[in-house]
């Protein structure tokens, strides 16, 4: 990543900054900015994936915040400045990955495990009961499934010898890795104050979204021993101040979860406004205000952010487990391209999908129909078919998900998205946004700073410390790069969409059980 | 048949063998199996391998075919690759220079815009992705004319049509001002192709310092200009991000 994107500052202008840490699933990051929300620098570290078994991903958490200290370390020294010039920092996190780790002596007692791992999957299942994944649907607006963090703590402690024993003596402490990073940062086992923010309590099953504490009755149901817990704060506000290291004195003044945080730097501060992030999968968040929505269409309800004492946002948020990533099989299985680039000059060298439909639902299908019997498929396959009208298949998946997300999310809060702000690798492929915007029929709108996952971290952090002093500060920043208006004849739209939905009923009920 | 030279043979018997299943030899396999002496051997390899069409494994000193032989046999950089690799660096030129950013390459005789920030205020712009410029009037089709011989060729075959008043249109004159481009590293177009609209592009050029498209910058004379020369800053800022964009499609694939 780009090392050379100090600019050259006036040099009578302050040097003050925010970092923020991005504890990512394949990397830690760090970005100093300045005021106008623009990167002076950057550094990152990738860590260890750990597969033991088929389906368990882990992380060594020990290894992650000797990387985060390393890359805080190394993004100040890139922007050649030292703990004075930064005001605060501001986490951002891999949601639900889960640790428990020694209060007493700092060391985790496990490998965390990671969102992806499935190995909760029959203990869901189980706690589903006779009700199914919909148990603690409505206290907390998520599905029972394996990526929620409860049922990973619940894990751990019927499967590390002696765990329960210890944490039942109150030895042991729970943490997604902002509470793991936030504790190291501010002290550890000498004064680390152990706390989470609302958006990553939202995602671990164990938060009631109304009152924004934890759910005596779940946390019970689920077998967690509430003296484990975190306290759960606000997204900004000063947890405490950095003991030691690089940032020794400075205010830790944010968390939010990555997807939380990219929804926060995109600067969708206002009911309707959503974002959406293009990476391997996408994650579609929409602003509803300072109300849950519950969901009957398959999406999930979590907070937004919560700044200080004002009132929780809350968020619609719905996820496409492969976009970027059927790009990638493109290349490395089918090799039908050299890079991800190339599936953009491959698709336009045809006019349109010779009537193929591709529905990746390599491992089911994610929101909103959350079926996991169902398995990929394309359809609609003539000897007309070129491997380019496959590539147009391809992008055209990811458009067409995104519009099932987006009508799902207006069908559970009646309230209609004026425009899509995107970001993402995928942003750079114009076919793809213009065919976002095109089966959207709204405006798709790319923000001048990619990063927009830290940004919102450095947003918070920021607000918490006065650096900026009003969520107008920030809009202010916002700069459009780019954007697409749609030019699709509607009729032709939606004879398209009846095309791709008929395709997507075809892959339900692949496996004849769930496997 | 007519005469041919012994060494090339000999080289292309080096590449014919590595390139067969098995990839990586020793020196004293490769010798042994073409039939020639070591020394020999070692000179046709280490010549190869200055080309970048043999590469030597540090660790076992064996040797395979190199990266550039891949270059030779897909050479052309796809637009939508360069994009992507320009995404970052053209965001921050926008935001530092205040001015809408443009990437170019050739094509069809003319500057394909292949990508487009806009400038970063609140005003409503249009993506010009897909829109075509000419060669001979914008800092962009100088850049890639300046530097690119195909592109050179082309325009210097093509008549200098006037599209303002300012249109150079003398093939003389627009050959010395080619070459000012080529001596300083950028150009300019100041009310060219658009009254009162100047702008400044840099090249991009890849490993082998290979033209492959240009980057600039295009806003009001009023704010490009101080007095009646460009600002330095902003002809600063345009070839960073020229760099700033080589230097990722150096360290690319291979």
């Not at chain 1, 300045?34 to 290894?63: L, T, Y």
């Not at chain 1, 938060?207 to 997204?235: A, H, K, Y």
């Not at chain 1, 032709?492 to 791709?500: A, N, P, S, T, V």
């Given at each position: 990543?780009p090392?050379a994107?100090?600019?050259?500052?006036?040099?009578d202008?302050?040097?003050?900054y925010?970092a923020?840490?991005?504890?990512g699933?394949?990397?830690?990051?760090?970005?100093?900015?300045?005021?106008?929300g623009?990167i002076?620098s950057?550094?990152q570290k990738?860590?260890?994936?750990?597969?033991?078994?088929?389906?368990?991903?882990?992380h060594?958490a020990?290894?992650i915040?000797?990387?985060?200290?390393?890359v805080?370390?190394?993004a100040l020294?890139k922007?050649?400045?030292t703990?004075?010039h930064?005001k605060?920092?501001?986490?951002t996190?891999?949601r639900?990955?889960t640790?428990?780790?020694?209060?007493?002596?700092?060391?985790p007692?496990?490998?965390?495990?990671?969102?992806?791992?499935?190995?909760?999957?029959?203990?869901?299942?189980e706690?589903g009961?006779?009700?199914?994944q919909?148990?603690?649907?409505?206290?907390?607006?998520?599905?029972?499934?394996?990526?929620f963090?409860?049922?990973?703590i619940?894990?751990?402690?019927?499967n590390v010898?002696?765990?329960?024993e210890?944490?039942d003596?109150?030895?042991?402490?729970?943490?997604?890795?902002?509470?793991?990073?936030?504790w190291n940062?501010?002290g550890?086992?000498?004064?680390?104050?152990h706390?989470t923010?609302?958006?990553n309590?939202?995602?671990?099953?164990?938060?009631n979204?109304?009152t924004?504490d934890?759910?005596?009755r779940?946390?019970s149901?689920?077998?967690?021993?509430?003296?484990v817990?975190?306290e759960i704060?606000?997204s900004?506000?000063v947890?405490?101040t950095?003991?030691?290291?690089?940032?020794?004195?400075?205010p830790?003044a944010s968390?939010?979860?990555d997807?939380?945080?990219?929804l926060?730097?995109?600067?969708?501060?206002?009911?309707g406004e959503g974002?959406?992030?293009?990476?391997?999968?996408?994650?579609?968040?929409?602003?509803t205000?300072?109300?849950?929505?519950?969901?009957?269409?398959?999406l999930?309800?979590t907070?937004?952010?919560?700044i200080?004492?004002?009132?929780?946002v809350?968020?619609?948020e719905?996820?496409?487990?492969?976009?970027g990533?059927?790009?990638?099989w493109?290349?490395d299985?089918?090799?039908?391209?050299n890079?991800?680039a190339?599936?953009?000059t491959?698709a336009?060298?045809?006019e349109?999908?010779?009537g193929?439909?591709f529905?990746p639902?390599?491992?089911?299908?994610?929101?909103?129909?959350?079926?996991?019997?169902a398995?990929g498929?394309?359809?609609?396959?003539?000897?007309?078919?070129?491997?380019a009208h496959?590539a147009?298949?391809?992008?055209?998946?990811?458009?067409?998900q995104?519009r099932?997300i987006?009508?799902a999310?207006?069908?559970?809060?009646?309230?209609e998205?004026?425009?899509?702000?995107?970001?993402?690798?995928?942003?750079?492929?114009?076919?793809?946004?213009q065919?976002?915007?095109?089966?959207?029929d709204?405006?798709?709108?790319r923000?001048?700073?990619?990063?927009?996952t830290?940004?919102?971290?450095a947003y918070?952090?920021?607000?918490?410390v006065?650096?900026?002093?009003?969520?107008?500060?920030?809009?202010?920043?916002w700069?459009?790069?780019?954007e697409?208006?749609p030019?699709?004849?509607?009729?032709?739209r939606?004879?398209?969409y009846?095309?791709?939905?008929?395709?997507?009923?075809?892959?339900?009920g692949?496996l004849?059980e769930?496997? | 048949?007519?005469?041919?030279?012994?060494?090339?043979?000999?080289?292309?018997?080096?590449?014919r063998?590595l390139?067969?299943?098995?990839?990586?030899?020793g020196?004293s396999?490769?010798?042994s199996a073409?039939g020639?002496?070591?020394?020999?051997?070692?000179?046709?390899?280490?010549?190869l391998?200055?080309?970048?069409?043999?590469?030597?494994?540090?660790?076992?000193g064996?040797?395979q075919?190199?990266?550039?032989?891949?270059?030779?046999?897909?050479?052309y950089l796809?637009?939508?690759?360069?994009r992507?690799?320009a995404?970052?660096?053209t965001?921050?030129?926008?935001?530092?220079s205040?001015?809408?950013a443009?990437?170019?390459?050739?094509?069809?005789?003319?500057?394909?815009?292949?990508?487009h920030?806009?400038r970063?205020?609140e005003?409503?712009?249009?993506?010009?992705?897909g829109a075509?410029q000419?060669l001979?009037?914008?800092?962009?089709?100088?850049v890639?004319?300046?530097?690119?011989?195909?592109?050179h060729?082309e325009?210097?075959?093509?008549?200098l049509?006037?599209i303002?008043?300012?249109?150079?249109?003398?093939?003389?004159?627009?050959a010395?001002?080619?070459?000012?481009?080529?001596?300083?590293?950028?150009a300019?177009?100041?009310?060219e192709t658009?009254?009162?609209?100047?702008?400044?592009?840099?090249?991009?050029v890849d490993?082998?310092?290979?033209?492959?498209g240009?980057?600039g910058?295009?806003?009001?004379?009023?704010?490009?200009q101080?007095?009646s020369?460009?600002?330095?800053r902003l002809?600063a800022a345009?070839?960073?991000?020229?760099?700033s964009?080589?230097?990722?499609?150096?360290?690319?694939?291979?």
């Amino acid at each position: 990543m780009p090392e050379a994107q100090q600019t050259q500052e006036p040099s009578d202008a302050p040097r003050e900054y925010i970092a923020a840490i991005d504890q990512g699933t394949t990397s830690s990051r760090c970005i100093v900015f300045d005021r106008d929300g623009r990167i002076v620098s950057v550094d990152q570290k990738e860590h260890e994936q750990i597969f033991p078994k088929p389906g368990w991903v882990e992380h060594d958490a020990a290894e992650i915040w000797t990387n985060v200290q390393e890359v805080v370390a190394g993004a100040l020294e890139k922007a050649g400045i030292t703990r004075e010039h930064v005001k605060a920092i501001g986490i951002t996190n891999q949601r639900e990955t889960t640790l428990l780790w020694d209060r007493a002596t700092g060391e985790p007692v496990h490998n965390a495990i990671v969102w992806q791992d499935t190995r909760t999957d029959a203990l869901c299942r189980e706690l589903g009961r006779n009700v199914g994944q919909d148990r603690f649907r409505r206290e907390t607006g998520l599905p029972l499934a394996s990526y929620f963090a409860g049922p990973k703590i619940r894990w751990l402690l019927e499967n590390v010898e002696g765990l329960q024993e210890r944490a039942d003596r109150g030895e042991i402490l729970f943490g997604t890795m902002d509470s793991w990073v936030i504790w190291n940062l501010t002290g550890g086992p000498d004064g680390g104050v152990h706390v989470t923010d609302v958006t990553n309590a939202s995602r671990t099953l164990l938060m009631n979204l109304r009152t924004l504490d934890w759910d005596q009755r779940i946390v019970s149901s689920i077998g967690v021993p509430p003296s484990v817990l975190p306290e759960i704060r606000s997204s900004a506000e000063v947890y405490g101040t950095a003991r030691g290291g690089a940032l020794d004195g400075v205010p830790v003044a944010s968390a939010l979860g990555d997807q939380q945080a990219a929804l926060f730097g995109q600067t969708c501060f206002a009911v309707g406004e959503g974002k959406s992030t293009y990476g391997t999968g996408t994650f579609l968040l929409m602003n509803t205000g300072t109300e849950a929505i519950n969901s009957y269409a398959g999406l999930i309800t979590t907070v937004g952010y919560r700044i200080g004492d004002q009132a929780p946002v809350y968020a619609l948020e719905g996820s496409i487990a492969i976009t970027g990533a059927l790009v990638q099989w493109m290349r490395d299985q089918m090799g039908l391209i050299n890079s991800a680039a190339e599936i953009e000059t491959l698709a336009r060298s045809v006019e349109d999908n010779g009537g193929a439909y591709f529905v990746p639902a390599f491992s089911g299908l994610f929101a909103p129909y959350w079926r996991s019997d169902a398995r990929g498929l394309i359809s609609g396959l003539t000897r007309y078919v070129t491997k380019a009208h496959i590539a147009r298949a391809v992008l055209e998946a990811t458009a067409w998900q995104t519009r099932e997300i987006v009508d799902a999310m207006k069908k559970d809060s009646g309230m209609e998205l004026t425009t899509l702000k995107v970001d993402g690798g995928m942003t750079s492929n114009n076919l793809l946004m213009q065919n976002i915007s095109d089966f959207l029929d709204v405006p798709v709108v790319r923000p001048m700073v990619s990063e927009t996952t830290c940004l919102g971290a450095a947003y918070a952090a920021g607000l918490a410390v006065g650096f900026w002093t009003d969520i107008e500060d920030l809009r202010h920043n916002w700069r459009r790069a780019a954007e697409w208006t749609p030019g699709m004849d509607a009729a032709e739209r939606d004879r398209e969409y009846q095309f791709w939905l008929k395709a997507v009923q075809r892959t339900m009920g692949w496996l004849d059980e769930e496997s | 048949m007519g005469r041919t030279i012994q060494s090339l043979e000999r080289a292309a018997a080096v590449l014919r063998l590595l390139a067969g299943g098995e990839r990586r030899l020793g020196l004293s396999d490769i010798a042994s199996a073409i039939g020639l002496a070591k020394a020999t051997t070692h000179g046709l390899l280490r010549t190869l391998q200055q080309e970048g069409f043999v590469e030597q494994d540090p660790g076992s000193g064996r040797y395979q075919l190199g990266a550039e032989l891949l270059r030779l046999g897909n050479s052309y950089l796809d637009v939508h690759e360069l994009r992507a690799r320009a995404l970052v660096w053209t965001d921050d030129l926008a935001r530092a220079s205040g001015e809408a950013a443009y990437v170019g390459v050739l094509h069809q005789r003319g500057v394909l815009i292949v990508h487009h920030v806009f400038r970063p205020d609140e005003s409503r712009q249009v993506l010009e992705v897909g829109a075509m410029q000419p060669l001979h009037s914008t800092a962009l089709g100088k850049v890639i004319a300046a530097f690119d011989p195909v592109a050179h060729n082309e325009v210097m075959e093509d008549e200098l049509t006037a599209i303002t008043e300012r249109t150079v249109t003398d093939s003389g004159t627009f050959a010395r001002n080619l070459e000012l481009v080529r001596a300083r590293g950028w150009a300019s177009d100041v009310g060219e192709t658009w009254d009162g609209v100047a702008s400044v592009a840099a090249p991009i050029v890849d490993r082998r310092r290979m033209p492959v498209g240009a980057v600039g910058i295009t806003g009001a004379v009023e704010r490009m200009q101080i007095g009646s020369d460009l600002d330095p800053r902003l002809v600063a800022a345009v070839r960073d991000c020229a760099r700033s964009v080589s230097r990722d499609l150096g360290a690319g694939r291979f």
